[in-house]
Antibody
């Protein structure tokens, strides 16, 4: 069974970088697409970006040059880095698998990240 | 970006009741519409993809329909395990989600 698990610091200071890891078991990240989605306090959800089976990336333009998604195929992990965070980046961050159609069929449990001094 | 307008934002229903949630896209999304269920424990599941295709493992009481800009999710008979927040998502990058519908028991 495909399983995803996010990990990383739960507290980040403003202006610093947020770094999260998604560990995948039961499926190789050299297939499909692997994305990050966040849910803000309240209900709003935002797609942040994904990395493909080949290593190419696609990002939400709203995040401009702040975001980077990379991977380590030897560990079957992919990573999110979000630079210059503000309190508005406080959210629960999910990693998810996107199939060859534009839907996310497997999700991690989510990790809550608070941006605060 | 394609804006997804989801309604209602919250809904109270009784067990066994038929429930319908709607999503309207700001432009034609050609059936690239999916529905997700988010439980209070934070878990998220894909229920419906490409408008009406039931994700394997999702209960058959969930169904989807629509075309063009307008789509809906129906639960044919509400069960207690369906209490959750539901989101629609359109399939053109940047992918965007509806604002969510919080479903509660009456």
């Amino acid at each position: 069974e495909v399983q995803l698990q996010e990990s990383g610091p739960g507290l980040v200071k403003p202006s610093q970088s947020l770094s999260l890891t998604c560990s995948v078991t039961g499926y190789s990240i050299t297939s499909n697409y692997w994305g990050w989605i966040r849910k803000f306090p309240g209900n709003k959800m935002e797609w942040m970006g994904y990395i493909s089976y080949s290593g190419s990336t696609s990002y939400n333009p709203s995040l401009k040059s702040r975001i980077s998604i990379t991977r380590d195929t030897s560990k079957n992990q992919f990573f999110l880095q979000l630079n210059s965070v503000t309190t508005e980046d406080t959210a629960t961050y999910y990693c998810a698998r996107r199939g060859y159609n534009p839907y996310f069929d497997y999700w991690g449990q989510g990790v809550m990240v608070t941006v605060s001094s | 970006d394609i804006k997804m307008t989801q309604s209602p934002s919250s809904l109270s229903a009784s067990l066994g009741e038929r429930v319908t949630i709607s999503c309207r896209a700001s432009e034609n999304i050609n059936n690239y519409l999916s529905w997700y269920q988010k439980k209070e424990d934070g878990s998220v599941k894909l229920l419906i993809y490409h408008t009406s295709r039931l994700q394997p493992g999702a209960p058959s009481r969930f169904s989807g329909s629509g075309s063009g800009k307008d789509y809906s999710l129906t639960i044919s008979g509400l069960e207690s395990e369906d209490i959750a927040t539901y989101y629609c998502q359109q399939g053109y990058t940047p992918y965007t989600f509806g604002a969510g519908t919080k479903l509660e028991l009456k």
